[in-house]
T-cell receptor, first 111, second 115 residues
Framework: DAKTTQPNSMESNEEEPVHLPCNHS???????IHWYRQLPSQGPEYVIH???SNVNNRMASLAIAEDRKSSTLILHRATLRDAAVYYC????????????FGTGTQLKVEL | GAGVSQSPSNKVTEKGKDVELRCDPI?????LYWYRQSLGQGLEFLIY????????KSGLPSDRFSAERTGGSVSTLTIQRTQQEDSAVYLC?????????????FGQGTRLTVV
């Protein structure tokens, strides 16, 4: 599986936007970019995914670089409930494509 | 059900005993995954099912670990002769298919403690 690189931790203030970066320089043309998050003492939760175009849903936005070697998860207004570990994962189009979790980014949200 | 269901939510067992962990995936989801997460650690892949077949068992740590899936639905992860290092949260996930465009949905996990 192609690897992703994320900062270990980030901090944000409540009600402010948060931009979580992810580098995936070895991404292949058929890899989808997935984001999951894991709140304390819970299983991971799907956030968003995309292939080439930017994506929006009720939880977040995903901005994908034109060369697809990086992406950014955008939380438009962080709340205390968004404090979690955020994982950026590449999922291949074919094969078993197990989700391979790295260490993710621990997001801390402060008042 | 509405989501992935795992049971039991907590299990305490004595070293050397066998345990069975159950996963009920979302109805219609053909792909099913087992992971484990030790305290403060990341998620470690164990096994993947497509239907009732397991094309990828590469993450099972030893032959004490086995899993099966029946009827393309429920899956059971069995750990024989449990050891203290098996203590972890065991997570199950399912997805509609194995394509890269499909998202995975996780259960809340089974917290296993071996004493």
């Amino acid at each position: 599986d192609a690897k992703t690189t994320q900062p270990n931790s980030m901090e944000s203030n409540e009600e402010e936007p948060v931009h979580l970066p992810c580098n995936h320089s070895t991404i292949s043309g058929t890899d989808y970019i997935h984001w999951y998050r894991q709140l304390p003492s819970q299983g991971p939760e799907y956030v968003i995914h995309g292939l080439t175009s930017n994506v929006n849903n009720r939880m977040a936005s995903l901005a994908i670089a034109e060369d697809r070697k990086s992406s950014t998860l955008i939380l438009h207004r962080a709340t205390l409930r968004d404090a979690a570990v955020y994982y950026c994962i590449l999922r291949a189009t074919g094969g078993g494509n197990k989700l391979t979790f790295g260490t993710g980014t621990q997001l801390k949200v402060e008042l | 059900g509405a989501g992935v269901s795992q049971s039991p939510s907590n299990k305490v067992t004595e070293k050397g005993k066998d345990v069975e962990l159950r996963c009920d995936p979302i109805s219609g989801h053909t792909a099913l995954y087992w992971y484990r997460q030790s305290l403060g650690q990341g998620l470690e892949f164990l096994i993947y099912f497509q239907g009732n077949s397991a094309p990828d068992k590469s993450g099972l740590p030893s032959d004490r670990f086995s899993a099966e899936r029946t009827g393309g639905s429920v899956s059971t992860l069995t750990i024989q002769r449990t050891q203290q290092e098996d203590s972890a949260v065991y997570l199950c996930a399912s997805s509609l298919g194995r394509q890269g465009s499909t998202e995975a949905f996780f259960g809340q996990g089974t917290r296993l403690t071996v004493v």
